[in-house]
Nanobody, 121 residues
Framework: QVQLQESGPGLVKSSQTLSLTCTVSGGSIATPAYYWRWIRQPPGKGLEWIGDIDYSGNAYYSPSLKSRTSILRDTSKNQFTLQLNSVTPEDTGLYYC?????????????WGQGTQVTVSS
């Protein structure tokens, strides 16, 4: 059974960098051919794809967030991380990590429970 767990600060100030970590157990993030992704849900809105890192370490980003986003991995810890720079209150929301079997961002077989991030102005 694969499990994902998000961790990171729940409160970030505007203009700062949001950093979240997803710790994976029950399966290696280097196993072909999975996509490890970050998805968020702003309050009152639908899910939004942030980006992926695949089993080879290649990263893919949402065009709307690409300039501010970095997704990295640490295979020794079986973790992948999200850094979102220059945050604003519009970046407030519930942040999830998930595992997908394809590039279809909303087709995921395992999800973390989500972590609330609030950006203060």
């Amino acid at each position: 059974q694969v499990q994902l767990q998000e961790s990171g600060p729940g409160l970030v100030k505007s203009s700062q960098t949001l950093s979240l970590t997803c710790t994976v157990s029950g399966g290696s993030i280097a196993t072909p051919a999975y996509y490890w992704r970050w998805i968020r849900q702003p309050p009152g809105k639908g899910l939004e794809w942030i980006g992926d890192i695949d089993y080879s370490g290649n990263a893919y980003y949402s065009p709307s967030l690409k300039s501010r986003t970095s997704i990295l991995r640490d295979t020794s810890k079986n973790q992948f991380t999200l850094q979102l720079n220059s945050v604003t209150p519009e970046d407030t929301g519930l942040y999830y990590c998930a595992r997908g079997r394809s590039t279809t961002w909303n087709a995921n077989d395992y999800w973390g429970q989500g972590t609330q991030v609030t950006v203060s102005s």
